[in-house]
């Protein structure tokens, strides 16, 4: 079983940057794909940034945040960041993570078994 708590939500001012955190537990860390998703309130869960288990190396990201936002893992401490830098009032969002072992569509929500709480991330003008 493995279980998720995101932190490091809040508010900032546009252009302002914040970093959230992935703490995960569970077996076989390095084997876990992680992704980071957003929903704003009558949308649908985004696709936001991935890691890719047992790659490092191997992380994407959303056309809507390629440039502003990175996705690192630290094997260490079983975590995954999101550093989100010039952040816009569009960002305003519940930032989920979420993971699978399984292989398949890094983008789609469908394909994560497990999931965070959220966490909120409001940008103001």
């Known amino acids: 079983q493995v279980q998720l708590v995101e932190s490091g939500g809040g508010l900032v001012q546009a252009g302002g940057s914040l970093r959230l955190s992935c703490a995960t537990s569970g077996p076989l860390f390095s084997s876990l794909t992680i992704g980071w998703f957003r929903q704003a309130p009558g949308k649908e869960r985004d696709f936001v940034a991935a890691a890719i288990r047992w790659s490092g190396g191997s992380t994407y990201n959303a056309d809507s945040v390629k440039g502003r936002f990175t996705i690192s893992r630290d094997n260490a401490r079983n975590t995954v960041y999101l550093q989100m830098n010039s952040l816009k009032p569009e960002d305003t969002a519940v930032y989920y993570c979420?993971?699978?072992?399984?292989?398949?569509?890094?983008?789609?929500?469908?394909?994560?078994?497990?999931w965070g709480q959220g966490t909120q991330v409001t940008v103001s003008l």
């Open positions: 979420a993971a699978r072992y399984s292989s398949g569509s890094y983008y789609q929500p469908r394909e994560y078994a497990y």
